[in-house]
Nanobody, 117 residues
Framework: QVQLVESGGGLVQPGGSLRLSCAAS????????MAWYRQAPGKQRELAAR???????HYADSVKGRFTISRDNAKNTVYLQMNSLKPEDTAVYSC???????????WGQGTQVTVSS
């Protein structure tokens, strides 16, 4: 089992940047595919970015070229660097971990990102 704690959300102006962090504990971090999902008010949750246990990345078209997902297995942490933020990026961002081979699925509590002038 793994516990996930997100940090780094907040209020930022359009065009600004934020870096989200998700710290994992309780299980070998390197055995998990990690992802950031987001859910805007009144909308369904959607995948923003994913990084596999071996470092392959995938991005939603809406964030491609602006967001970068990375992981530091030594620190048990996954990051989401968000640049050129837009008001439509406003959402609760949640960290997700999926254990390879078993597909056990875990979620963090989420962190609010608000992009507004």
């Amino acid at each position: 089992q793994v516990q996930l704690v997100e940090s780094g959300g907040g209020l930022v102006q359009p065009g600004g940047s934020l870096r989200l962090s998700c710290a994992a504990s309780g299980s070998p971090f390197s055995l998990y595919d990690m992802a950031w999902y987001r859910q805007a008010p009144g909308k369904q949750r959607e995948l923003a970015a994913r990084i596999t246990s071996v470092g392959s990345t995938h991005y939603a078209d809406s964030v491609k070229g602006r967001f970068t997902i990375s992981r530091d297995n030594a620190k048990n942490t996954v990051y989401l660097q968000m640049n050129s933020l837009k008001p439509e990026d406003t959402a609760v961002y949640s960290c997700n971990a999926v254990r390879v081979f078993t597909w056990a699925n875990y979620w963090g509590q989420g962190t609010q990102v608000t992009v507004s002038s």
